[in-house]
């Protein structure tokens, strides 16, 4: 990875991943959506440069950077036409192992995350009967000597059968035995080339769009004790601890996408001649865009707030929950604009609008939906009473 200084750090980044994303150009991406296939090669390219390690310490061979930084990379693959779904949650799970693992762990998984050996890339929350309801899950380790045996059902657990180790949260006090339903849980590192042959079972799930998303089958799953991240049952504040870099992430993720439609968008409104005059000339397409316009670029300003405040080491929650409301509907605004003004070649695979838009309507439901955000902010900011 390039060692950008200080000065222009974020143009330096954005250019260098710019520079790697144009070897994967939009027939890359069409090919793999036809295929529902993993993009492996761009997968690889990126851990090769050295941007699946920004957030690990330089100590253990990361860039040490921060969530402003990683930010901007996957931003600037979005913004290329790519899809960074396939590979970042290495950049916010990572912040688990860092804040609450154990030094053994960190010198044992961080070295050989960093130089690509091995991948982080499953986080196991989501349940079947549960929802967003996340305390309420089922999935069970008990512990059994020097191991937990983990028995349950995860789903929409993404990259499981393209990585080597999955976050997992699950219970490991049941929920009548404790005080407050947030207590009990515990997070996990499952090694899945192991847990494969000895009781996990990986099922791929077909979704609107290629995301590599699976249901993921524990049957009694033996995990070492010693891969316990942090104290047992305090898993659920390690998560929440998690959620901010997740939210500010993927809400770059989500302006890179609003600034790869506009610019498709405008690109195409000047060309495209329709009465004798571009199409772009006309205030029925240039007002949406423009409004979008306007909304991407107020929801960038959040999403740098959010990650600066992140690592300032700053509470940051009220900040990360917006960033992602705004820059989900910024770019699903972008999107629908964009499919608009492209009208009916807008449907066509080969412009890639289509392919976007599915990809980018993701952000109104995952990784958290935003009803969930909209009741958070009326709770812990507004000070309204809790709706659920
Ligand atoms: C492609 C994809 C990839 C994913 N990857 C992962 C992953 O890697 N790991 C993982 O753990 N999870 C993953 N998820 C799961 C994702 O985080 C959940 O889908 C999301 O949190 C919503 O939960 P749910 O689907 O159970 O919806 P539900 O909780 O069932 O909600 C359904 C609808 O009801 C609304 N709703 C629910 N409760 C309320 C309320 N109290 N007030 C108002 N509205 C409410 C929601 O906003 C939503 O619109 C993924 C999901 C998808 C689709």
Same mark, same amino acid.
């Given at each position: 990875m390039p060692s950008p200084t200080n000065t222009g750090l974020h143009q330096e980044l954005k250019n260098a991943v710019g520079e790697l994303c144009r070897g994967f150009p939009d027939a890359y991406w069409r090919e793999l959506d036809s295929q529902r296939a993993y993009p492996e090669a761009f997968v690889q390219a990126l851990t !090769?440069?050295?941007?699946?390690?920004? $957030?690990? +310490?330089?100590?253990?061979?990361?860039?040490?950077?921060?969530?402003?930084?990683?930010?901007?990379?996957?931003?600037?693959?979005?913004?290329?036409?790519?899809? /960074?779904?396939? #590979?970042?949650?290495?950049?916010?799970?990572?912040?688990?192992?860092?804040?609450?693992?154990?030094?053994?762990? *960190? !010198? !044992?998984?961080?070295?050989? $995350?960093?130089? %690509?050996?091995?991948?982080l890339q499953a986080f196991g929350v989501s349940e079947p009967t549960t929802g967003s309801d996340t305390t309420q899950m089922k999935?069970?380790?008990?512990?059994?000597?020097?191991?937990? &045996? &983990?028995k349950g059902q995860k789903i929409w657990i993404s990259r499981a059968e393209h990585s080597d180790l999955m976050l997992l949260v699950a219970r490991t006090t049941p929920l009548e035995q404790v *005080? !407050?339903?947030?207590? %009990?849980?515990?997070?996990?590192? &499952?090694?899945?080339?192991?847990?494969?042959?000895? %009781?996990?079972?990986?099922? +791929?799930?077909?979704?609107?769009?290629?995301?590599?998303?699976t249901e993921v089958f524990f049957d009694d799953v033996e995990v070492p004790a010693e891969n316990l991240i942090g104290e047992e049952g305090q898993g659920f504040r390690y998560l929440l601890d998690g959620l901010n870099a997740e939210r500010i992430l993927i809400a770059a993720e989500c302006i890179g996408d609003g600034r790869w439609f506009l610019d498709r968008a405008c690109r195409y409104a000047k060309d495209r001649v329709v009465f004798g005059r571009p199409i772009g000339q006309n205030q029925g397409i240039q007002f949406p865009l423009a409004r979008a316009y306007a909304n991407v670029e107020a929801a960038s300003l959040m999403v740098g707030r959010a990650a600066a405040l992140f690592d300032a080491h700053q509470? #940051?929650? +009220?900040?990360?929950?917006? =960033? *992602?409301?705004?820059?989900?509907?910024?770019?699903?605004?972008?999107?629908?604009?964009?499919?608009?003004?492209?009208? %009916?070649?807008?449907?066509?695979?080969?412009?890639d609008v289509e392919r976007k838009f599915r990809e980018t309507r993701l952000?109104?439901? =995952?990784?958290?939906?935003?009803?969930?955000?909209? /009741?958070?902010?009326?709770?812990?900011? $507004?000070?309204? +009473?809790?709706?659920?």
């Open positions: !090769k440069a050295g941007y699946m390690a920004t $957030l690990i +310490p330089e100590e253990y061979g990361g860039a040490g950077l921060g969530v402003t930084e990683a930010a901007t990379i996957l931003e600037e693959i979005h913004h290329s036409g790519g899809n /960074a779904a396939a #590979c970042h949650a290495q950049m916010y799970v990572m912040g688990t192992l860092l804040r609450h693992g154990s030094e053994a762990q *960190k !010198k !044992k998984y961080l070295p050989v $995350l960093a130089r %690509g050996e091995l991948r999935t069970f380790a008990r512990r059994s000597g020097d191991r937990y &045996v &983990v *005080k !407050k339903r947030s207590e %009990g849980l515990s997070v996990l590192l &499952v090694d899945l080339r192991h847990a494969k042959n000895h %009781g996990l079972t990986i099922r +791929p799930i077909r979704t609107m769009m290629n995301h590599a998303t509470p #940051c929650g +009220p900040q990360a929950n917006m =960033a *992602k409301l705004l820059a989900a509907d910024a770019s699903w605004e972008s999107a629908n604009a964009t499919l608009q003004t492209y009208g %009916g070649f807008g449907f066509a695979e080969e412009y952000y109104q439901v =995952a990784p958290v939906s935003t009803n969930l955000i909209l /009741a958070y902010i009326a709770e812990h900011v $507004l000070g309204l +009473p809790r709706s659920y």
